[in-house]
């Protein structure tokens, strides 16, 4: 009895640490920012969502509100809307970005762009 009593107590307490888990994927040991369940920093990589056919991703059982994938058959980023029920593309303006965007430089938004959008 004593035995079943210390095995629950210790179940108990890795149940109760792994609510509040918060993961910090880095390479300067740093924790995870308090607002985020992921926390991913690299200043040399990227990060890489699932990758995807549109077939495979039309196949996805009842998806999260949010979830992201990269449709491989098109070449786009989707994210699932689920007051909608659609897929819907992440779409930044038209066309490439022109200059080409280099890391550590200021981006300007084109309204324009936005407003058209709409």
């Known amino acids: 009895m004593k035995k079943l009593n ?3 107590a ?3 307490i890795m149940a109760s640490l ?5 993961v910090a994927i880095n390479t300067n040991g740093s ?4 607002s985020a369940m992921l926390d991913v920093q690299s200043t040399t990589k990227g990060f ?4 995807m056919t549109t077939a495979q991703i039309g196949a996805i059982a009842s998806p999260a509100d949010g979830l992201l994938v990269y449709n491989t058959t098109d070449g786009k980023l ?3 809307v689920s007051a909608s029920s659609v897929w819907k ?3 930044f303006g038209i066309g490439t970005i022109s200059p080409p965007f280099v890391c550590g430089s200021t981006l300007t938004p084109n ?3 936005f407003n058209k959008k709409k």
Do not use: K
């Not at 890489?48 to 990758?51: D, S």
């Open 6 to 8: 210390v095995l629950f």
């Open 10 to 12: 210790a179940m108990l």
């Open 18 to 22: 792994g609510l509040n888990a918060q």
């Open 31 to 34: 924790s995870a920012n308090g």
């Open 48 to 51: 890489l969502p699932p990758r």
């Open 78 to 80: 989707y994210i699932y």
């Open 89 to 91: 593309d992440v779409t």
């Open 111 to 113: 309204l324009s762009d």
